[in-house]
């Protein structure tokens, strides 16, 4: 029984620092190829685009890496939710979350000015997944607020889930209703960059307080 429960200990902690590592260094990545790249702006460019290219790799590793490190804190989401509210759901969705970024990686995007009709396979798969991706992060932050706002352990994060899941969600609408490239230029358009990082940034950052979150209280 012992042997179990430092098992399940075991899990929690590797998840809680999947949790933190993963989303902190997809943003550096992130943020420091934004920077090295002379030709990339990033309040109009989608993340997706620096995985063009001849440094494409990069970012093509940072979506796996990212991807692998969500489903290693899913798993151990499920270990710390065994029972009541978001138990099933919230660990599920947090691991398909995982699988989509996983599979951005490899299934990497076409140029963005590019029209529908000349898309390569594996840019309409990044399309999907990532449309799918981005539709789930405001649905977990749902999902995971209705059992910390009834848990004393994790009450102190109940608003900041709520405004996470406000704040992506709204992101998210704006990416989908805008009118994105090849389209022509218009409001949206211009800072669809900035809008799609408002939105994966604002979760990634609740994903990184809920696992230091975990840990603490297993400390």
Known sequence: MERGKSSNVDRIHGAG????????LFVVVVTVE??????????TQFISELSLGSRGWVQIINFIVLGMLLLLF?????????????????PIILGVIGILVFLSGPFVMDPANLPFEQMSWHGILHQLFGAFAFLLMPISCLVFWRRFRSDPNWRL???WTLLAGIVTMGAVVLLRVGVTPP???????????????IALVTFLVWIFTFALHLLRIRR
């Open 17 to 24: 620092w999947a949790g933190m590592i993963g989303p902190a």
């Open 157 to 159: 994060l109940q608003h």
């Open 34 to 43: 934004g920077w090295f790249r002379p030709d990339y702006n990033p309040v």
């Open 183 to 197: 389209a022509p230029p218009s409001l949206l358009n211009q800072w669809i960059g900035l809008i799609q990082r």
């Open 74 to 90: 899913a798993y151990g989401v499920a270990a710390e939710f065994k029972n009541g509210k978001a138990s099933k759901s919230g």
